[in-house]
């Protein structure tokens, strides 16, 4: 079975992506501060469409919903096909190393795993133009799910690295933990498996295919 070599710093910060100090701060977030900007824009998409359209609550139930499920779908596609190489799961050094690899080479600096606020918005901004598109008015109810979704995911992704896991958690724990150290390729679900069970990329058992070496310490690219 091929294996990739991966670097992993289990202890050490991941090395500064600006010079800059104020830039450098702003690649730094807690995720309290993009789930209380989500839910805010939540609150307001909402009630604008609430009171600009007058729906029944059904649709607007039915629109958050599905915004939220449609979010569990591209959280699985993003993983699997924007921040890993399609073809052996591996990622380049540029946006996918910044979004992602970065990750992967230190799993626990707590700094590095938040999309912070500017990169976050503009996204952001990205997926509520493609919704307004394709569902017009539809979108203020439908957006605030998606990204309800996203908090949820980056909320968990955040606990899962930070705390050990709870024993009634034990599970979301140990799947993300194979897809960082045992099968790179596998598990990139990290709320639900569902989408990994549907694209038959669930993790096998004794199979491994990331090489891992653990460093203590890194050279500074910046010196
Ligand atoms: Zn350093
Ligand atoms: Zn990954
Ligand atoms: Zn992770």
């Known amino acids: 079975m091929k294996q990739i ?5 289990p202890e050490t910060e991941s090395p500064k992506l600006f010079k800059n100090k104020f830039l ?5 977030t807690h995720p309290v501060v993009i789930d209380g900007m989500y839910v805010v824009f939540s609150y307001f998409s909402i009630s604008h469409f609430y009171n600009t359209y007058h729906p029944s609550v059904w649709l607007v139930v039915g629109l ?3 915004g ?3 979010w569990s779908l591209a959280e699985y596609l993003m993983h699997r096909f924007l921040y890993h ?8 050094t540029g946006f996918q190393y910044i979004f992602h690899g970065i990750h992967h080479e230190y799993p626990n600096d707590k700094t590095r795993l938040v999309l912070p606020v500017i990169p976050s918005l503009l996204i952001a901004s990205i997926f509520f133009g493609i919704f307004y598109l394709a569902m017009g008015k539809f979108a203020f109810a439908f957006s605030p799910g998606f990204v309800v979704g ?3 995911y980056m909320t968990v992704h955040y606990t899962i690295h930070k705390v050990p896991s709870p024993k009634r958690f034990n599970f979301w724990w140990r799947f993300h933990s194979i897809h960082h150290y045992q ?6 679900g990290v709320t639900s498996p569902i989408w990994d069970m549907v694209f038959g990329t669930m993790p096998e058992k004794n199979r491994k295919t990331v090489n891992i070496s653990y460093k203590k310490r890194h050279s500074e690219p910046n010196g």
């Open 24 to 28: 450098e701060l702003l690649t730094k």
């Open 183 to 188: 099968q790179h390729d596998r598990a990139f």
């Open 68 to 70: 939220f499920f449609s």
């Open 150 to 152: 996203y908090c949820a």
């Open 64 to 66: 958050f919903l599905a």
């Open 85 to 92: 190489k399609i073809e052996d799961a591996t990622y380049d």
């Open 5 to 9: 070599k991966v670097n992993v710093y």
